[in-house]
């Protein structure tokens, strides 16, 4: 008997409890839907569907179906220039990026248009390069690199910590390519010709230094292939020549002279000796 009565309370607590819940889940979804309605009276009740990113969207990545989501929309906290058909956004390049649950708007689409800041003093030049002349593809703008030329003649250094101002891979393009195939650097205005120069002749490559590599020497004159540097090395060793042969000419005349006054000073004593006599 005193079972049975347990069992009866227990199923009485347990009907009990859940009406509870059942009222309490009633009066929380009142609430939701109270702030929501405020939340449109508030901002507009108006809503409408648009494009919306499921994952982040790399700058330069092309959109598909797999990378948004159409979602409801308050208007009036909607961006400018919102998306809303799938043919707006499939296809697509973003030429920025676009973050996860973010509303897709015309201007992530838009082309920009990059321009370079020239530090005072110095000049823009860009110069053919690769990714493995250009520490694997790796250089962007702002770092500071070690620039080396190298030829069927040896390799030099020509400059040192140069500014990178850009390269292929950092500008946004609508191939989208990743690879380098020309890096733009910050120089004084007299090394321009040269460094262009080089380039014609020989292959960049960039080296990135640590902070603690102690500063390297760089090449006064820089080799531009053009025989340059072999006429001045022929014109320097002429010049040797020609020293030589002045030291010679010099030598064989002080011989000369010490020849001639030797005899005057044997002829003088033999005369002496003939006066004796």
């Known amino acids: 008997m005193r079972r049975t009565k347990s069992w009866i309370i227990g199923i009485a607590c347990g009907v009990l409890c859940a009406v509870c819940v059942f009222v309490y889940l009633q009066d929380a979804g009142a609430q939701v839907d109270a702030v929501r309605a405020e939340a449109l009276e508030r901002f507009g009740g108006d809503q409408v569907e648009v494009c919306v990113a499921k994952r982040d969207i790399a ?90 030329a190298t030829s069927s003649a040896g390799t030099t250094l020509i400059a040192h910590s140069v500014l990178v101002l850009a390269t292929n891979a950092s500008v946004q393009s609508k191939s989208g390519a990743d690879s380098v195939s020309w890096v733009t650097l910050a120089l004084d205005p007299a090394n321009v010709q040269e460094i262009v120069s080089v380039a014609q002749g020989s292959e960049l490559y960039f080296a990135l230094p640590g902070e603690d590599v102690p500063e390297p020497t760089v090449a006064k004159r820089l080799d531009t292939g053009d025989g340059s540097g072999a006429q001045q090395g022929t014109d320097s060793a002429a010049g040797s020549d020609s020293s030589l042969a002045q030291q010679t000419d010099s030598q064989a005349g002080h011989s000369a002279l010490s020849q001639a006054e030797g005899s005057a000073s044997n002829s003088d004593s033999d005369e002496g000796v003939s006066h004796e006599r």
Do not use: N
């Open 59 to 148: 700058a330069g990545e092309v959109v598909d179906a797999s990378s948004f989501e159409k979602r409801m929309w308050v208007t009036a906290l909607l961006p400018d220039d919102p998306l809303t058909r799938d043919s707006d956004v499939i296809g697509k390049q973003v030429t920025s990026t676009v973050l996860k649950g973010e509303v897709l708007t015309s201007r992530r689409f838009e082309e920009s248009s990059s321009s370079i800041e020239v530090p005072g003093e110095l000049t823009a030049v860009s110069v053919p390069a690769r990714d493995v002349q250009t520490v694997g593809g790796a250089l962007r703008p702002g770092m500071f690199v070690d620039v080396y």
